[in-house]
């Protein structure tokens, strides 16, 4: 029971983390790898974060790594892409011809 | 399991070579940001994965290190592309 549970965790991470690295190398346009990158972050690190407690016991350092690390990811992460984002607006990278609308640039 | 795990952490180690097909063509600075950010989430797993699989719990201290510390480099290059050099 406890494998199954780790086998299903573990393959969901790393499936989400390989779809989210094929949509950073796919993605015609900077603000939508960084909407993918968001997606490897959340729905490939903490399954297998949680994977790997589950294996480990939940009182060992493994739990108590895998709880800072996936607090520090959750906090941290939207952060920088926010950051990041922010910064390529305002140093002028254009989306890509496809994109329908530009909201902060309607603004006066 | 072990050999499982062992398994998942070489397979979370080679989505960073997806990543660098992005960090080598990206046309701009940003793109090559984002493919690094998510090379040190990725590198974070790996090593924390790995860690379980060989059993040794100071090399969670250097995954802990890096899901901490990444966010700078991001955050000080976003800085650089908004304002410059400061």
């Known amino acids: 029971m406890k494998d199954v549970l780790v086998v299903v965790l573990a393959v969901v991470g790393l499936a989400f983390s390989l779809s989210g690295a094929v949509g950073i190398t796919r993605m015609p ?8 990158s968001t997606k490897n972050v959340t729905m490939g690190a903490l399954p297998l974060l949680l994977a790997v407690t589950i294996d480990k016991g939940f ?3 493994y739990g108590a790594r895998a709880l800072l690390i996936a607090f520090l990811l959750l906090v941290l992460s939207p952060l920088s892409s926010h950051a ?11 989306m890509w011809r496809g994109a329908v609308v530009d909201v902060p640039r309607r603004r006066p | 399991m072990s050999t499982f795990l062992a398994w998942i952490a070489v397979g979370e180690a080679a989505i ?12 701009t600075v940003s793109d090559r940001i984002v493919a690094l950010n998510t090379v040190a989430t990725q590198a974070t797993l790996a090593l924390f994965v790995y860690a379980a699989v060989a059993d040794r719990s100071p090399y969670l201290d250097v995954a802990l290190w890096l899901a901490s510390f990444s966010y700078l480099g991001t955050v000080a290059w976003a800085r650089y592309l908004e304002r410059g050099l400061l």
């Open chain 1, 29 to 36: 346009d900077v603000y939508c790898r960084i909407q993918c």
């Open chain 1, 59 to 61: 009182i060992s350092p």
């Open chain 1, 84 to 94: 990041l984002a922010r910064a390529a607006y305002r140093s002028g990278v254009r």
């Open chain 2, 16 to 27: 960073i070579l997806i990543l660098l097909v992005r960090l080598a063509l990206g046309p």
